[in-house]
Nanobody, 122 residues
């Protein structure tokens, strides 16, 4: 069992940066691939980024590649999403998730946080 709590969301101007954190409870954190997804109003939840259990492999949606960086610190059971050069279209609720299946499919993730709002003003 893994419980996830996101933090770090907020309001930022276009071009700005935010760092999201996701703290996990449970001793099996290091066994899971960790992902970030987002959902904007009226849209489906979409994949943003993921990191392998070791942190050695990372994956990104094309829309955030080169602007966002995912990382994890297993000793602190925490995963981060550094978001730079933010755009108004990045506005969404961002969710942290833990899973062991396919990287970009939300259905392959077993545990989810409650989400944190990110709003980018133009």
């Amino acid at each position: 069992q893994v419980q996830l709590v996101e933090s770090g969301g907020g309001l930022v101007q276009a071009g700005g940066s935010l760092r999201l954190s996701c703290a996990a409870s449970g001793r099996t954190f290091s066994r899971y691939r960790m992902g970030w997804f987002r959902q904007a109003p009226g849209k489906e939840r979409e994949f943003v980024a993921a990191v392998s259990w070791s942190g050695g492999s990372t994956y990104y949606a094309d829309s955030v590649k080169g602007r966002f960086t995912i990382s994890r610190y297993n000793a602190k059971s925490t995963v981060y999403l550094q978001m730079n050069s933010l755009k108004p279209e990045d506005t969404a609720v961002y969710y942290c998730a833990a899973g062991r299946g396919a990287t970009m499919m939300s259905s392959e993730y077993d545990y989810w946080g409650q989400g944190t709002q990110v709003t980018v003003s133009s």
